[in-house]
């Protein structure tokens, strides 16, 4: 017998299980059939960026090397609420920007594309008060999500991660109003 025939003779059964609401398909299975599961394993369709691209480099720490890449921003004077990178440049398909305090406390996220590109970040965290912030380069590992343990570091020409440190202060308005 087929898998897909030994399958179907318990789709009826477990239809009508499922109404009167039977809690196992052995309660519906004839006795001695084979009720052992079926795994599939699909391929991993994760975005795999070509030469041109940025290459894979496996290490202890995996990272996506990229040439190209690179943040360019200048201390910020605000209201805490964005973050404004004058230029993103990268050959990646998919990148995350992401800013952060100095601890590590991600404040806000945004995804780009390749290519060089200003970009205005809205922050989901303000920033609490005048600090140093960081702007780092992430690669999406293809589901578009900023997965932090997921989505790897990227790498310049020069061997370093993309990352820029930068003062942001607010404006004399915001300091007023506290």
Known sequence: MSLGTRWAWLA???AAAALAGCASVAD??????????IVVTFPSSGVTPSPSA???TDGESSSVTDPQADLDNDDQVGNGRSVVIEAVDTDLPAVHIVIETRDG?????DMRTAGLQPVTLRLNEPV????ELVGRMLADDG???LELGADRPVIDDEGEQVAE????VF???QLTDD
């Open 12 to 14: 009826v059964p477990l």
């Open 143 to 145: 589901d578009g999500i």
């Open 54 to 56: 940025g290459s894979v």
């Open 165 to 168: 440190d930068f003062d942001y």
């Open 105 to 109: 406390l991600v404040l806000g996220s």
């Open 28 to 37: 519906v299975a004839p006795e001695g059939a084979d009720l052992e599961p």
């Open 171 to 173: 404006t004399q308005a």
């Open 128 to 131: 609490p008060e005048p600090m």
